[in-house]
């Protein structure tokens, strides 16, 4: 189909299911003197060989090239879009990562803390017709986690706090290009799972390993004093009735 229609900038909306499609779209620029264009030959007819200085040859050279700058931009993306240990995801371990332009589903990955991170990037030339929601799943049933909508490009953090367990994500997405890292908050540095807790003091299983429980004496408690004050008021009546009768 050829939509006539002056430069701009536009989107393309698709309402489809039930089969997968591709779609491509051509901008029709003429360049000045340029031959017209050449009807298509038959199938059985030799291609037309077109010159190596001919204006054509070039963009064939630049689109070779473009694979391999856009490779190397979405390393520099993922690299960026890891934010690393800090006081909201203490210990952060990188456990997945997930990117695309259209729907997907993450594969599932393991979280040891008890609370992970999720940050997105988003890249588009549409902002107003971005589409972006991630729901994080529980692995073994698909239980709903929780859901993350992004209304706007750029770069965005969300802390999920959940048990430890297998979880994955499934990504509904249109007209943007998106990088997901997920971080597992292990709480510990270099990514290792903290160790139990102390226990109370007074019970020699909940006391640090490698420590000594050392146990106090019994040094008369409050029992003992009850009974000392009780003598000595007795001995003060006995005392007090004595001079009351001289």
């Given at each position: 189909?050829l939509i006539q229609n002056g430069p701009g900038e536009y989107a393309v909306l698709i309402g489809f299911s039930g089969a997968?499609?591709?779609?491509?779209?051509?901008?029709?620029?003429?360049?000045?003197?340029?031959?017209?264009?050449?009807?298509?030959?038959?199938?059985?007819?030799?291609?037309?060989?077109?010159?190596?200085?001919?204006?054509?040859?070039?963009?064939?050279?630049t689109s070779s090239s473009a694979p391999t700058r856009d490779s190397a931009r979405d390393s520099a993306v993922r690299s960026?879009?890891?934010?690393?240990?800090?006081?909201?995801?203490?210990?952060?371990?990188?456990?997945?990562?997930?990117?695309?332009?259209?729907?997907?589903?993450?594969?599932?990955?393991?979280?040891?803390?008890?609370?992970?991170?999720?940050?997105?990037?988003?890249?588009?030339?549409?902002?107003?017709?971005?589409?972006?929601?991630?729901?994080?799943?529980?692995?073994?049933?698909?239980?709903?986690?929780?859901?993350?909508?992004?209304?706007?490009?750029?770069?965005?953090?969300?802390?999920?706090?959940?048990?430890?367990?297998?979880?994955?994500?499934?990504?509904?997405?249109?007209?943007?290009?998106?990088?997901?890292?997920?971080?597992?908050?292990?709480?510990?540095?270099?990514?290792?799972?903290?160790?139990?807790?102390?226990?109370?003091?007074?019970?020699?299983?909940?006391?640090?390993?490698?420590?000594?429980?050392?146990?106090?004496?019994?040094?008369?408690?409050?029992?003992?004093?009850?009974?000392?004050?009780?003598?000595?008021?007795?001995?003060?009546?006995?005392?007090?009735?004595?001079?009351?009768?001289?």
């Amino acid at each position: 189909m050829l939509i006539q229609n002056g430069p701009g900038e536009y989107a393309v909306l698709i309402g489809f299911s039930g089969a997968d499609y591709t779609v491509t779209v051509e901008e029709c620029v003429a360049s000045e003197g340029s031959a017209p264009p050449v009807a298509s030959s038959p199938p059985s007819s030799a291609p037309v060989s077109v010159p190596a200085s001919s204006p054509a040859s070039s963009p064939e050279s630049t689109s070779s090239s473009a694979p391999t700058r856009d490779s190397a931009r979405d390393s520099a993306v993922r690299s960026q879009n890891v934010p690393g240990p800090d006081s909201e995801c203490p210990g952060a371990r990188v456990v997945n990562r997930t990117s695309g332009n259209g729907n997907k589903q993450s594969p599932v990955f393991d979280v040891r803390g008890d609370s992970f991170r999720v940050t997105t990037t988003l890249e588009t030339n549409s902002p107003r017709f971005l589409t972006f929601d991630l729901f994080v799943y529980k692995e073994g049933g698909g239980q709903f986690v929780t859901t993350i909508g992004r209304e706007s490009p750029g770069t965005d953090s969300s802390i999920v706090n959940e048990s430890p367990g297998a979880f994955y994500l499934d990504i509904l997405s249109a007209n943007t290009k998106y990088f997901v890292t997920v971080e597992d908050c292990t709480g510990a540095p270099n990514g290792q799972r903290p160790g139990p807790r102390p226990g109370p003091i007074n019970k020699p299983e909940g006391v640090i390993p490698e420590t000594q429980v050392i146990k106090v004496p019994n040094t008369g408690g409050p029992p003992y004093l009850a009974v000392g004050g009780l003598v000595l008021l007795g001995a003060a009546l006995i005392v007090g009735r004595g001079v009351l009768k001289r």
